[in-house]
């Protein structure tokens, strides 16, 4: 039976090296440069975050980040999330037909939540 435990261990230092990276390519990129690159490359985390787990994990976060990779894999705008979504009780606050643009910061912050 796989360890949930050595899972999430496993995908913080997964996603810790993955950041450090793009520390490294940002810090020698344009600053436009990589504005434009930091949303492709965070938006392209969250929806190798869901995936990594996929539909196991439940509550609030994981809707959200679900919904976040939903959106990214569909164009890039956040989707309809039905009724009990609450934007301002999300991580990331956006809401249905928000353009979706993540930055280091904020998927740091939800990745947490969501690996808490």
């Not at 360890?3 to 990129?29: K, N, Q, V, Y």
């Amino acid at each position: 039976m796989p360890d949930p435990e050595r899972g999430i261990a496993a995908c913080r230092r997964d996603f810790g090296e993955m950041a450090l990276t793009w520390r490294a390519l940002a810090a020698r990129s344009a600053p436009r440069a990589r504005i434009d690159a930091e949303a492709q490359v965070f938006n392209q985390m969250v929806v190798a975050l869901q995936a990594r787990f996929g539909e196991g994990p439940r509550g609030r976060v994981a809707l959200e980040v679900r919904l976040l990779a939903q959106g990214v894999r569909a164009g890039g705008w956040f989707p309809e999330a039905g009724p009990g979504w609450r934007a301002a009780q999300s991580v990331t606050g956006y809401r249905p037909g928000d353009r979706i643009a993540l930055s280091e910061a904020v998927f740091a912050r939800l990745s947490e939540a969501f690996l808490d």
